[in-house]
């Protein structure tokens, strides 16, 4: 694993726990990659690694090494991920899977050369392993919801909210990519995506930055990413979603929230309350529907038979531990998981459209 | 109408509003009876009364006046509702039924003699005529629970909350027969029985009075009543009721709830969102149940197809404009409309084996 | 009144219900006007009005007249204003104040004049009257969330979702001017510039119908209005709002949605659940922080002293009560009431730039 | 760890866990005892135990071994965590403490002894380590509810709402001790009991079975412990608490509700949300106040530093890792960590005085 930071955090405690509760082939936690020697060697003793590196290309070519999970920031995806492909190991990748388009062009190309190697290689879009996520993609994949028409996906976040909260390397357009946009429309695209399992094929965007200057070590510095985007996207379908991320709304922790109207029925979900789904069943009378509060901890859930009994819920967390588990399956059965490297790029160009529309006045621009 | 405080403005709203939403033989809103002339003259005016009194015998012999709608505190109930009847008039009367259980008995003797000679009476359970609990009756009725077998009902208010809020008449024992238990208990057991269409045969009770002493005009005043009421209700189904009800109950305002689970399904309901009615429906799959949301506004709802397109929700007061439209109907159609005053003795009887229960230390008394 | 639908039901019982709760002059509802005689007079007897006429003209022009309140569909709404302010009649007209900007802008010329001489107008977005959001527009004001940065605004039906759902006048350009666009935006649109106390500048819109032909009753007809409408919005202030509106939302009735985000608060509110504002106070410890339910009954809030104790909530109609409560206190004190014809025409305007935007691939189009 | 069913589960991934999110002591997973060498094996691969066994007794002696954890059902408890105190090992029990409170007294006793050793113990309340309910605790021990006048607590779950639900051990009266009585009502009388800070001082109870015969492997077989309680509980201070559990409330998974009324404010939580509590600050004027739906996921919280930025939700499992924190701290600092045996001896005996209360037609039973 190269990081450990917040994501590097995340993914210990998910290979750390997926052996416990499914059944996947062992793995071991072999070594944990970072800058600094002395952090890197506490994280790895806290986080259950056999030892430390801080050379990234030594460890990826180790013999020993089989799997290659990248917890750094975007700029730095493209060169591990290539090398590590190339050198036959199986790759995750945090999202988004790269800063450019072209960065995600190449590390697609490998991705697919590596493919035919029987290398496996996923993107961490994680929210996919959301167990009411999942069961909102089979709804809809069932039927459930007719023919979606409408989808409404927003994630407000307020950790910027405050106009004095200092400059770091997620503001700057060079490290960062974007801003509320690469960070968290992301997300939110992807999800569009996946839910309805349809391509966008046409967009109109907007950015803004509300707080332009921030205070850094040395004094104010100009912040030059979005502090929130606005999209609607067209789907090949016909269907069209809107989507709204912001990094400044007050009060708003940590919500995606989700909802999507079919000629069916209709589905609503938000991430501060991770374990329901609201469903509204359009087959059943007037009189009697309504949307129904599922908590989703049956064991017919996705995921969910491996945990507790019904009623008790589990963490967001553990999105990765399942995405974790999911990747360790497909390289047992030789399988191609999703969200693959592709699709990964596929969110890349939305990103990417979104930024040309803006800067064009909001015009669509087609994919 | 006798009394123009709180409920008589409320009954006056529903005497208005009826026949523009209903078909109900058409009213004139004749005569407002007060205490005090001026005042009465003053709340005709404003309430759409014709004229105003101030003797409610006078009154209630008037040729001119068929329907007698008593609005004034429980001790006075007795008298008025049966002289209104022995003068041969139709009466509505406000809940509780009576102080006590023999002037409920006097009441209930009277009604059953009237009903002889066509004259309709009943008792003002005004909650009955929510849109939300007259379905959930009918979901019950249907056989959408199953057979219930728990319900928890609770009132919680909390105007008495603060200890420096004054004595009133509704705090001494002689004037208001109990404090919470009368007051809101009654709506709680009543809607037990209405719910499950079952009667109360034991209970058991308890009460509390957490502030003791009020500021009266002449210094501190002994508070007589409770503040708080909780009880366990059998039911001659087996079913087993809980009810707990406050006027201490710091943030709630008004807020009727009541659960109900069955071997088939279950049900809450919440008076602070009247419109709402969640249903758990037993025979949907494990995996996609959950209590669904109905919004009470559908046509085909109890009462309404009389109001808006599905959406638009109604207030509080027009339960008492339902109640209205029921008792109209019910003298036009010869009916005998529910809850009966034998209905509101048997709440009554409920409220004394409570207070009897908790005199002998919570011990069951049979009803 | 002209007009005895929908909204000529809603208006009549707010002329019937504001004397009793609210301190205004007294009124007579004189003369209903409406196409059909018989109707006509139906609907006179049933809500209240003293008797029914078939020609508009004749009734504004009458000496014994002195209100005109406007219920009829859109593209009557200029003639008969512009009329009745000529004739020195107040007048009230439902939104949105007309079908194109150039007859919103008769219709506010004429204003301007009548004012002069005293005569008073306003168009009803009704909404701006329910307590929850006058209470909201109090703390913006007030500063209560600091600068608004970001405002969502959705408002969501869903009883064109049904593709069989037969074609009505309100489904062709030509009498509707526009679908969901024109009857829910410009609710949408008023309460962000109602709320923020600020204007609209510059406009990015789309529209889609999703539902393109539908049932007549000599076979099937095109939909010449969108089903939906998506637009984000620059205020002068720099905040930014987003707008969406549907009619094919499937399993939302009346769900109109409104989130503002402010550096120093935020507030949250949805027309399903009109007595509760949701209101995050930033000002608060983190650790204590959260949005608060406010239960919108206290005799503090906007209107709600004249109604019941805190807690029993009132519907959907009352904010017609409040709407002609503060028309009929405009005529007495001889204010100048908002929304004037001047802020309709406002909205007019922004709904016509996201037509335009629409037809332009959604660039950006300033006002 | 002695047992590995459904606590064993989750008492394992706590141990694993613990040491990457809290500093706590360096400990190692030796042994999990179980009944069934073959399976014992298989668990104590899965979950992480170096080794496993199928006697307790040689365990409790062994010299590596400083720990016991007991996972075992109830009627195990006593004799296993007398022998291993007496061993001089830590001891950790799953809830509730006992089958009876003879058991209950001798662990209590055994563990006041093991103590002047500097031996700790510590009985699984683990709920007290859910951080919303810690900071519940908190925020009363503050003085934000003023005095704590009410409280409403119930737990209700449906596994047993279906009556074709076969005959198990828990359902006997002399393995189980009793039926949701012991197994929830006991979390939420140790609540009552931990939030308030206070004890129950007397109790009156209801007990009932509404499905008397179950299936078992050679026919239906009789169930002898109660499917649902009610009890009203007196506290010292005079406050007073309602408890209602059930394990045949339909659609209710696994419902832990609390409410608390005091003099200056109040709380309310559900299970079903564990990272939410709701705060109604009596001290913020009327028009404002409302019950604040705080996110409890900030550095600020009770162990929530250890885990995600703000807004990301951990599992009901990690309960049971704070559990195990404090539990090792306790070991490290020589401290007398909460919930002691003593409390449990305590709920003990408020469980049995709802029995003997039960017995007594409900009449109240003093402590």
């Known amino acids: 694993m190269i990081g450990y930071a917040f994501m590097g955090k995340a993914h210990s405690h998910a290979w750390r726990t997926v052996g416990a509760f499914f059944d996947v082939p062992a793995i071991e936690q072999r070594v944990l990659v970072g800058r600094h020697a002395g952090q890197a060697a506490a994280a790895a003793a806290r986080y259950g690694w056999a030892e430390a590196a801080t050379d990234w290309r030594e460890v990826v070519a180790r013999d020993d090494i089989d799997i290659v999970d990248i917890c750094v ?4 995806h493209a060169d591990i991920a290539v090398a590590a492909l190339r050198a036959g190991k199986h790759v995750l990748v945090e999202k988004p899977l790269a800063n450019t388009v072209e960065e ?8 697919r050369e590596a493919r035919a190697q029987g290398v496996v290689s996923m993107v961490g879009f994680t929210y996919r392993r959301v167990p009411a996520l999942a069961y909102a993609q ?6 459930r919801l007719g023919a979606v028409r409408e989808v409404r996906a927003s ?8 106009a004095q909260t200092p400059m770091t390397w997620r503001l700057r357009k060079e490290s960062a990519g974007s801003g509320a946009l690469g960070d968290i429309a992301s997300h939110a695209i992807d999800q569009v995506q996946f839910l309805t399992g349809d391509a966008v094929v046409e967009v109109s965007g907007r950015l803004h930055t509300f707080v332009e200057r921030r205070p850094g070590p ?27 991320v912001s990094r400044v709304a007050t009060g708003r ?3 995606l929230r989700i909802e999507a109207y079919g000629t ?12 329901e789904l609201d469903f509204h069943d359009g087959s059943v009378p007037a009189e009697e529907a309504g949307f129904r509060r599922i908590v989703v901890t049956e064991p017919g859930h996705p995921y969910m038979d491996a945990w507790w009994p019904p009623g008790h819920v589990i963490g ?8 974790v588990r999911d990747f360790l399956a497909a390289i047992r059965d030789g399988g191609d998981p999703s969200p693959s490297f592709e699709e990964g790029l596929q969110v890349q160009r939305v990103l990417a459209a979104v930024e040309e529309s803006a800067a064009a006045r909001s015009a669509i621009v087609p994919l």
Request: aromatic letters at 10%; charged letters at 25%.
């Open 155 to 162: 994630y407000l976040q307020d950790w910027l909210a405050d």
């Open 73 to 76: 920031p975007g700029w730095l």
């Open 264 to 275: 069916g029925g209709a589905l609503a979900f938000d991430l501060e309350r991770p374990s």
């Open 316 to 323: 967001w967390e553990h999105a990765f531990t399942h995405e």
């Open 138 to 143: 089979r709804l809809i994949a069932e039927g």
């Open 218 to 244: 040395d004094g104010p510095e100009d912040v030059t990413v979005d502090d929130a985007a606005w999209a609607t996207l067209s789907l090949g379908s016909g269907a069209i979603a809107s989507v709204e």
């Open 253 to 255: 922790k940590n919500s």
């Open 104 to 111: 995600a062009e190449r590390m697609a190309a490998a991705a």
